[in-house]
Structure formats: structure tokens, C-alpha cells
């Protein structure tokens, strides 16, 4: 399948929320695809995983090779230090624990206020940048189970920002409603074969860091549960007719 047609949309500019995994990945495709300007932003909050933060460079680079009108309206790229609140929001990701289902019934992976926090950030840096929408690549189909990944928290911020600048503030999350064979498919309709190897090969995903190992839907160790989401998905999207 050909590469989907640019999508005309009234706001004209895009601030996306970017990690350099395989959401956040389909996400800038998504918004090179619909928005004359677009920047990422980052954010270094103690992860473990130095990887993630690497991989996200590569996947800009590469998406802006692969495609001359992305790469004409992919402006700079921001990265935010928030360490000191990755060591109050300790978990899984941050330091030394196992990968499990806490107390709370909510995985140990989670980090309390996480896109809370990172959207705050995301819509001071989009205020100043002159940038009309935040996107995010949050989704409550096919996740790990963080309440902040859920749309009703997402509309609850846009409110709380909007009220807070004092000025409308858009949060769109195209992944919302999606599996993660829906992610797939997305990326292949944005841009065909050679995004889809681009997020095989360079977005990271897994909880481990680990980038040995190249399966068939990436880069990880296929035991975490981002890794077992993401191959899921591979499997159902490649058996679909």
C-alpha cells in the first residue's frame, strides 16, 4: 500500500510528544503527514534505559530521510530534564525492581503523573513555540493498564491547560482507540513498507533496553510486557487478510 494522501487540518503546526518507540514513532508520521510544522520534545526522567533516548534521534533522522516533505516540516527537536521527578516517581523504569503487578493492581512499570507531568511541560514548550496541538501516542486498547493513558484523563488536562494558559489547548492522541495491530496498519498507510522497517529496526519499545536480538516486530527481549504488546500486535496485523 502507497503512502496516504496529506490530511488538510485547520491548526497548522504540532508539538509531539516523543519517546522514539513504536507509538510515539507512528505518532510524527501522523503528524508530518497532516501539519505544515512540526517539533518533538523528550524527556529525560531517569529512565534506565539510555537507549530510548538514542533511538529517538534515529527515527527523526530517518523519517525526515524517507520523505522530503516530512523533512521540510520537521522543525527541531527539545529535550526536557525532569530526573529529579523520575526519583520521586520511582518504579520499574527508574530503578531496580522487578516488573510486576503491584498492590494498587497497576503494573510496577507505572510512573505515577507521568503524562500528566509530561504534557504540563509539553503545552509551556508549545506556548512558547507558537505551536497549536500536542500529540501524544497515548492508548487505551491495547496498554499496560496507566490510568494516564486513558482519554478521560486526557480530556480532564486539556481543560486543566486551557484554564491554566488561558487559551484552548488540543491534546490529539490518534492511538487512542487503536490496537496494536490497528499501530501497525496505520504506519503502513502513513508510509508503506519502508516506515514500517524504520519502526522495526530503529523506534525502541522495551522495558529491558535490550537491543540485540532483531525479530520480526523489532528490537527487544519478548518477554516484558511492551515487548509481548508489540509482537501481539505484529502477529495480529500480519495475519489479517
Not at 80 to 96: F, H, K, P
Not at 132 to 150: A, H, I, K, N, Q
Request: glycine letters at 10%.
Amino acid at each position: 500500500m502507497s503512502a496516504v494522501q496529506p490530511v488538510p487540518s485547520v491548526a497548522s503546526s504540532a508539538l509531539v510528544l516523543f519517546s522514539g518507540g513504536q507509538d510515539s514513532a507512528t505518532c510524527l508520521a501522523w503528524a508530518l503527514n497532516r501539519y505544515a510544522r512540526v517539533e518533538t520534545v523528550g524527556f529525560d526522567y531517569g529512565q534506565r534505559h539510555a537507549v530510548e533516548m538514542r533511538a529517538r534521534l534515529t527515527v527523526r533522522e530517518r523519517m525526515a530521510e524517507m520523505n522530503a516533505d516530512w523533512a521540510a516540516r520537521l522543525g527541531p527537536d527539545h529535550v526536557v530534564d525532569l530526573t529529579g521527578y523520575g526519583r520521586i516517581a520511582e518504579s520499574a523504569l527508574t530503578a531496580e525492581r522487578e516488573i510486576e503487578m503491584g498492590e494498587r493492581g497497576l503494573p510496577t512499570t507505572f510512573v505515577p503523573g507521568r503524562n500528566l507531568v509530561f504534557l504540563t511541560c509539553a503545552a509551556a514548550l508549545a506556548d512558547r513555540r507558537g505551536l497549536d496541538v500536542l500529540v501524544g501516542g497515548m492508548c487505551e486498547t491495547d496498554f499496560s493498564g496507566y490510568p494516564d493513558c486513558r482519554r478521560d484523563t486526557i480530556d480532564a488536562m486539556e481543560r486543566a491547560l486551557s484554564l491554566g494558559l488561558d487559551k484552548p489547548v488540543v491534546i490529539e492522541t490518534p492511538l487512542m482507540r487503536l490496537t496494536k495491530a490497528d499501530t501497525w496498519a496505520l504506519a503502513h498507510q502513513l508510509g508503506g513498507e519502508v516506515l514500517v522497517r524504520l519502526i522495526v529496526e530503529d523506534s525502541h519499545t522495551c522495558y529491558h533496553g535490550e537491543r540485540g536480538e532483531l525479530h520480526a516486530w523489532g528490537h527487544g527481549c519478548g518477554e516484558c510486557p511492551a515487548c509481548e504488546l508489540r509482537a501481539r500486535g505484529w502477529a495480529e496485523w500480519e495475519a489479517r487478510p
